[in-house]
């Protein structure tokens, strides 16, 4: 007897509809998220190449390649985020672009701020923490540690958040839909400007008295942001807030893990740098194919077309389907362009073959997990009543932070690339 979860294969006739059905209402939409997921790879290249190029700076500063992944994710998970409940707002017609504070845009913004400086703090601490607990010795002092995570993600915050609301102004007026282009769109800016907006900041250490006065006015800043996020009467920004700040210290936690993963197998990426090339492409293209899924999802709860059950119906196995057989093309493309980037900038590599296997074994782990993390992550939040938009995204992209990570290095070492 045939199983009752069988994915039933799409007809030739009947992929494109699928297509359309998953990434886009026309194929206009469509065109929109696979060029949205094209650029995310291309600009994550530039992301890995920066990498590259800093590995002395790492090595002088013990402890910033363990808040690498998770400077980078906190971007697109806070971000994403902003961009789905923006998104939901449009589909739901309460959004209007305004400049009041009790407008959803404008409270959004608020709260994103404020959470890029109060996470920020976290992950210093964290960093700090974990760098010592796994024996990562001669770890920079926390002040230091602070200072460039505050600075440099509120520099990378501000670029990453006008884009956001200038991609949200577009939908409103071109009738994009956002659901398909936030989560390419904002892992790919978090990717390019958090690691040069970092690598900035470590240029304010080493000035004695200075670089410690920095710090501790980053700080300072920082609680004076939670003070106030404590006492506003804006009731989105509270809930906002309330709701987001759990999850995202769990990502924070998880995608710092992420970074001692790396750090663990330094002597891998330092052999064959152009495995610092893929790694950013590799992990933003699985968190942006979950990322696509389950803003679909939180929208279509949102709206009464998805219900909240264990068992995914018909239309989310076929969703899940394509989902994968998107992220084939996608990652090879990344082993390949990751490839021709190495090669092009001097820059030792396994070879094209090792590298593309190593993608797509590496991205097939990586993505069955991120679609069942999307389907049930998305009803999880939305069975217990909080807001799906808020967790979808942020609990994807960072659980795949460490969990696409670790499916790189197993492919890596399965092949015997060492």
């Known amino acids: 007897m045939a199983s009752r979860f069988r994915i039933p294969s ?72 902003v961009g789905n409940r923006i998104s939901t707002a449009i589909h739901t017609g309460t959004f209007r672009v305004s400049t009041k504070r009790e407008s959803v845009l404008i409270q959004n913004v608020l709260a994103s701020m404020s959470l890029t400086f109060m996470l920020s703090l976290l992950l210093a601490f964290l960093a700090k923490i ?37 991609l949200a102004i577009g939908a409103v007026r071109r009738e994009w839909d956002l659901d398909n282009l936030v989560a390419p769109t904002v892992s790919t800016l978090g990717d390019v400007v958090t690691i040069p907006a970092l690598f900035l900041a470590t240029k304010v250490l080493g000035h004695g008295s ?11 800043l920082t609680l ?22 759990p999850v995202l210290s769990i990502a924070l936690v998880l995608s710092t893990l992420a970074g001692i993963a790396v750090e663990s197998q330094m002597a891998l990426f330092t052999g064959y740098p152009a495995l610092l090339v893929l790694l950013p492409a590799f992990v933003s293209s699985a968190g942006a194919l979950g990322g696509i899924l389950a803003s679909r999802m939180a929208t279509n709860l949102h709206l009464g ?47 094209l073959g090792w590298m593309v296997a190593s993608s797509l074994a590496g991205g097939l782990i990586a993505v069955i997990f991120v ?3 999307a389907y049930y992550g998305t009803i999880a939040a939305w069975r217990a009543k909080l807001d799906p938009d808020t967790y979808g995204i942020p609990v994807v992209t960072a659980s795949v932070d460490f969990v696409g990570v670790l499916a790189l290095i197993l492919a890596l070492v399965t092949f015997g690339i060492t």
């Open 224 to 245: 004076i942001v939670i003070l106030a996020s404590l006492r506003t009467h804006l009731a989105s920004f509270r809930q906002i807030i309330r709701e987001s700040l």
């Open 10 to 81: 799409p007809r030739p006739l009947e992929f494109r509809r699928r297509l359309v059905d998953l990434l886009g209402p026309t194929g206009d939409a469509t065109r929109q998220s696979l060029v949205a997921l094209g650029v995310n790879s291309c600009t994550s290249f530039a992301a890995g190449a920066v990498l590259g190029s800093i590995t002395g700076t790492l090595e002088l500063l013990p402890g910033l390649l363990v808040m690498i992944p998770a400077a980078i994710g906190l971007r697109g998970n806070i971000f994403g985020a």
């Open 130 to 166: 974990i760098s010592v607990a796994f024996g990562i010795a001669n770890t920079i002092s926390v002040i230091d540690l602070a200072l460039i995570s505050i600075l440099g993600g509120v520099i990378a915050s501000v670029i990453v958040l006008a884009a956001t609301v200038l």
């Open 305 to 351: 077309l998805v219900e909240p059950v264990m068992r995914p119906g018909r239309e989310a196995r076929r969703d899940a389907l394509l989902v994968l057989l998107i992220g084939f093309p996608v990652f090879v493309f990344n082993g390949v362009g990751a490839y021709v980037i190495g090669t092009l900038l001097g820059q030792a590599s396994p070879g």
């Open 210 to 220: 200075f670089t410690t006065a920095i710090g501790w006015l980053m700080i300072l």
């Open 371 to 373: 679609i069942a993390l």
